[in-house]
């Protein structure tokens, strides 16, 4: 446990990032499965929204600075791929 009163602060900051950090890595995998069921279920026009919904989340979590910008191109990517599978 630290005992200088800026690290105790310091350590506040941190756990709340922290938090803040999981919710928005937690409602990128969300969306992510989201679309993998739409294209699992063929339905094109779903996968399609529901892929705009998640370039939205991973584009904000970038800029957010929660993840690295070639993880979310990865992401993109790959999410793209499925969709463009149903084409």
């Known amino acids: ?7 105790i602060k310091r350590n506040r900051t941190n756990e ?11 409602a990128i995998r ?3 499965k989201k ?11 779903n996968a399609e929204k529901l892929l705009l919904e ?5 584009d904000k ?5 929660v993840q690295h910008q070639n993880t979310a191109s990865r992401q993109k990517g790959s999410l793209q791929r499925l969709v ?4």
């Open 84 to 87: 463009n599978s149903l084409k």
């Open 61 to 65: 979590s970038v800029s957010d600075g």
């Open 35 to 45: 679309v993998k069921v739409a294209v699992e279920a063929k339905d094109l026009a």
């Open 16 to 26: 709340l990032a922290r938090e803040r950090n999981k919710a928005a890595k937690s």
């Open 30 to 32: 969300t969306s992510m």
């Open 54 to 58: 998640a370039f939205r989340l991973i």
């Open 1 to 7: 446990m630290a005992n200088i009163k800026s690290q």
